[in-house]
């Protein structure tokens, strides 16, 4: 399950960082690509901006916020149940009976995607001669 919600994120990643790697993207346009990628991500995880300024935490029971960010346990259980019929029946039937390694997993998930983002907007676009 975990695999499948990495490997749905860095699919996007893969796509953007080719791109990047163009000789012939201007710096604004990398720049775009970055900020769009950040956007496909955070609306595919529900991610959105918070006014905690805090590392992570975990604001109740349903909310992680990360930096500037914050993600819902529910956002995250809609994204593993949208990657495909496998991830969601495992979700629901086997991890249902263990909460405690349910919500350890969304955890995780929840964690790498705020990084993630927040990561991805740190990144700073700039020319050089090898591009």
């Known amino acids: 399950m975990i695999i499948a919600a990495i490997g749905a994120i860095t ?3 893969n796509i953007v960082f ?3 790697q163009s000789k012939d993207l201007l ?3 990398q720049i775009t690509e970055l900020q769009q990628l950040a956007v496909v991500i955070s609306a595919h995880l529900g991610i ?5 300024s805090d590392s992570i935490v975990v604001a109740d029971d ?3 916020i990360h930096e500037r960010w914050s993600v819902s346990h529910s956002s995250v259980i809609g994204f593993l149940q949208d990657q495909g019929s496998f991830v969601s029946k495992i979700f ?4 249902f ?3 405690l390694l349910q919500r350890r997993i969304i955890h995780m998930i929840e964690r790498f995607g705020l990084i993630i983002v927040e990561r991805i907007l740190d990144i700073q676009a ?6």
């Open 92 to 95: 629901n039937e086997e991890l």
């Open 62 to 64: 349903n909310t992680i």
């Open 126 to 131: 700039e020319r050089d001669n090898s591009n």
């Open 18 to 20: 080719k791109k990047l």
């Open 27 to 29: 710096i604004t346009q």
């Open 97 to 99: 009976s263990d909460l």
């Open 11 to 13: 699919a996007h990643v």
């Open 48 to 52: 959105e901006e918070s006014n905690d």
